[in-house]
């Protein structure tokens, strides 16, 4: 990512990242701000400037460092060196948290962080895992920080735990060298390159993601795969088909061998529906009154009937393709 503007908190100057960061973009535009929670001039522009504002980045420093229970492939998930995307995917849960306002943001305190993590991790009796990436794509940030190569080195000297983050991006050779020691895990999220061409702005193609989880097993990274979000358009089990059938070809027999699977179906809202409209009018319409159904304060999940012919068809679909790879949930 190259921005076109950088907005940040004058405090971020005095960490080293801040400082990293002001040389590195020395020939972009610093706009000084209080807090990078709320910028004005950006919480009050159109939603026609969505993609625009994507190219911005937020340098500050991040206050809460509040972990959350989480019972799926981690105990917590962690405030971590990032929040919001430079991607447009069309579904983006960020952008029920953030609005128009989804932009990449850095927080410069990785030190802080990363001190909480390795006590937290040893001070357990247990091995936890720590969800680094829940705010953000990892692997993307990294190309910018190298904040990714750090943290895997960094906590590789914790007693016993391990991190894990999903991506949507193929950028690996960097962390491939690494001394992860095993307490790493990455997890690849995967759809039809049809929904990733059409939905999915901005991020890998499905042969770069397939090529990147490959690589990442063969250097001794433990691997996961998301199918997310699952998207039931007119034709989806065909491409659904298409891409199980593509993950049997191309996975390698290792990486088969101790991959795991999550399934996520879409969920969406007013939110999405506002912003896609105006900045994407020439986009696919995701708002199927046919198949969605209220939850709640302006959001929207496939109707229960629906959900479940979709369980249906990947548990007999990945049963036979990916025989013997756990699903570990479907929501």
């Known amino acids: 990512m190259q921005p076109d503007i950088i907005y940040y908190e004058p405090a971020a100057l005095n960490y080293y990242l801040g400082s990293k960061l002001k040389e590195k973009f020395s020939d972009v535009q610093w706009i000084p701000i209080e807090n ?16 625009r504002m994507k190219r911005h980045l937020i340098i500050g420093v991040r206050k809460s460092l509040k972990y959350t229970p989480n019972n799926k492939v981690s105990d917590f998930l962690v405030p971590y060196t990032s929040s919001g995307c430079s991607a447009m995917c069309l579904y983006c849960y960020l952008v029920c948290n953030y609005n128009k306002c989804s932009y990449l943001r850095l927080f410069v305190n990785r030190e802080e962080m990363m001190d909480k993590l390795l006590k937290t991790a040893n001070q357990s009796d247990k091995d936890l895992v720590f969800e680094i990436g829940s705010n953000s794509d990892m692997v993307l940030e990294n190309t910018i920080t190298g904040n990714l190569e750090w943290t ?12 894990t983050f999903p991506t949507k991006f193929d950028m690996v050779d960097r962390l491939l060298s690494l001394d992860h020691k095993g307490k790493t895990i990455m997890r690849m999220s995967v759809n039809p390159e049809k929904i990733i061409r059409n939905v999915e702005f901005g991020t890998s193609p499905l042969k770069d993601r397939i090529r990147a989880m490959n690589q990442m097993c063969e250097a001794g990274y433990k691997v996961g795969m998301l199918i997310a979000p699952v998207i039931f358009l007119d034709n989806w089990m065909e491409l659904y088909s298409e891409l199980i059938d593509r993950l049997s070809d191309e996975l390698t027999q290792k990486t088969k061998h101790q991959l795991f699977i999550e399934i ?6 007013f939110v999405h529906a506002a912003i896609n409209r105006e900045a994407f009018p020439n986009a696919i319409d995701l708002f199927d009154k046919s198949l969605l159904t ?3 304060r302006g959001k929207y999940w496939y109707k229960e009937e629906v959900r479940a012919k979709g369980e249906e068809f990947f548990r007999d679909k990945l049963s036979k393709k990916l025989k013997g790879i756990p699903i570990l949930y479907i929501v």
Do not use: D, P, Q, V
């Not at 929670?37 to 026609?48: A, D, G, P, V």
């Not at 960094?154 to 991190?163: M, P």
């Open 152 to 163: 895997i080195e960094y906590f590789a000297r914790s007693k016993n735990g391990a991190i």
């Open 36 to 51: 990078h929670n709320n910028i004005e001039e950006l919480r009050t522009k159109s939603n026609t400037e969505f993609a």
């Open 264 to 269: 996520i179906f879409m969920t969406y809202s």
């Open 294 to 296: 209220g939850r709640g």
